[in-house]
């Protein structure tokens, strides 16, 4: 099922470009975020729950597949929507980004690592990632600028 959700919002968030909007020039962005969200969603559920994935492989591995993909997907949709300048798909995409990471992180480290110490990596990962895309978008401005 949650394959069909997932398909589905990869249908939507590409609707826009099938169907032209001429006089409601806000609902590509709307398509896109919801789309977006669908999509993300669905793989999150599938990637901390892969037995209701159809692949015939083992659990764990499903899960890590779709940790992976949901890893891959939100990063190659942070920098469409920073070229495309979507800001609704930049901000959505991060979002999930650092869900997928977090949930990646604690199934890695949440039983062997001391709570206060896994949190604290946590926080540092989430400060070097904010000054990074801060510098990039800094970077960014600069290059549209000129």
């Not at 169907?19 to 990637?47: C, E, I, K, N």
């Not at 939100?74 to 300048?85: E, K, N, P, T």
Request: glycine content about 6%; proline content about 3%.
């Amino acid at each position: 099922m949650k394959h069909e959700f997932a398909l589905m919002g990869l249908m939507v968030f590409a609707a826009p470009f099938a169907l032209p909007h001429r006089r409601h020039t806000d609902f590509p962005a709307v398509y896109r975020l919801a789309g977006a969200l669908a999509f993300f969603v669905a793989v999150l559920a599938l990637s901390e729950w892969g037995a209701h994935s159809y692949l015939p492989i083992e659990t764990k591995n499903v899960e890590w597949a779709y940790e992976l993909l949901g890893l891959l997907t939100s990063a190659g949709a942070i920098w469409l929507g920073i070229a495309r300048q979507w800001d609704g798909v930049v901000n959505t995409s991060s979002v999930f980004s650092a869900i997928f990471l977090f949930c990646r992180l604690y199934h890695w480290w949440w039983d062997w690592m001391p709570k206060y110490l896994f949190f604290a990596v946590i926080g540092a990962i989430a400060i070097v990632l904010v000054l990074g895309f801060k510098r990039l978008r800094a970077r960014l401005m600069e290059g549209s600028a000129a």
